[in-house]
């Protein structure tokens, strides 16, 4: 039966969900390359369904920065994502490329992605109830199999707001396990738009966001709401979200020193149980490429000062 469940949930949804999507623009629309006009580095796990065996746990690197050297907005992203479920491993490798221009008082920005996505099943752990081991259903021993993988998005990027949409998949990738096996990864479409909301305290901001993802079968919608307080150089946030029919979760975390750490957990609303939830953590890092330009320092000659 898990089994049957995965195979179903890997055909209708085969990218993870972060709680910390807001934090995560290049992941999500490949447009997002440069969001922050910094290299951003970052970091993400996901452990779903805590509790039940073979159980989606999710690992994402990524890192993304406006080209250097170039005066035109240019940007790159390069990302790996490694997703355990189950009996099944899956990978995505991608490449963003992002060009931006001034519009209307904003940043608008075209996005481009280039990927390949690769899947491997093993069969040495399956359970057959005291029937054949050799169901033709199911491969014999291991199996693996990959394909190129395309993608798209345009951001629009304002001093107060941000909104952007993006197509995942676009090529309709088909993974053959083996000789009868195939899993067909199916295009989505995911909508992102957030703002700053400054407040009466100068130390204190709310950052509601809003992310829609669908197939045009199925859909999800992710509300949240972040407040920040900021207090000598340090940035303590925290929030909610609620995703309609689907679950709530609270994140909080700190920024400082360039660097972001966070946590949240998400409850399902279906009845799965609170202890079942999924546990979120983000770990990340921007920095100013133009710390590593070399600049013209002027200063005065100490033998001369003498």
Not at 146 to 153: M, Q
Not at 235 to 259: C, D, H, K, Q, R
């Amino acid at each position: 039966m898990l089994l049957v469940c995965v195979l179903a949930k890997m055909h209708a949804q085969y990218d993870a969900h972060f709680t910390h999507y807001w934090k995560m623009q290049n992941f999500y629309n490949p447009a997002g390359a440069g969001f922050e006009k910094k290299m951003a580095i970052y970091a993400a796990y996901s452990n779903q369904m805590t509790g039940f065996e073979g159980n989606p746990k999710t690992m994402l690197i990524n890192i993304d920065a406006p080209i250097p050297f170039i005066k035109s907005d240019h940007n790159l992203g390069l990302g790996i994502v490694n997703d355990d479920i189950g009996l099944f491993s899956n990978q995505r490798l991608y490449l963003n490329y992002a060009y931006g221009f001034k519009l209307f008082k904003g940043r608008f920005v075209i996005g481009a992605q280039v990927g390949l996505v690769n899947s491997s099943f093993e069969s040495k752990d399956i359970d057959f109830g005291g029937g054949s081991a050799n169901d033709p259903a199911f491969p014999s021993g291991n199996a693996d199999g990959n394909n190129l993988d395309l993608g798209a998005g345009l951001l629009y990027q304002h001093k107060f707001f941000y909104a952007g949409i993006s197509a995942f998949h676009l090529n309709a990738p088909l993974i053959e396990l083996g000789e009868k096996n195939e899993i067909q990864i199916d295009p989505y479409l995911n909508f992102m738009a957030g703002c700053n909301i400054p407040l009466k305290n100068p130390l204190l901001s709310v950052q509601p966001s809003l992310m829609v993802m669908t197939d045009f079968v199925a859909w999800r919608a992710d509300i949240s709401a972040k407040a920040t307080y900021t207090y000598n150089e340090r940035e303590f946030f925290g929030g909610i979200t609620y995703s309609p029919t689907v679950s709530v979760a609270a994140f909080l975390g700190i920024e400082m020193m360039n660097i972001t750490l966070s946590y949240g957990y998400e409850i399902f609303t279906s009845g799965v149980g609170a202890a079942n939830g999924n546990h979120d953590i983000y770990i990340g890092y921007k920095v100013d490429l133009g710390t590593f330009k070399k600049g013209k320092n002027k200063h005065n000659s100490i033998r001369i000062l003498q």
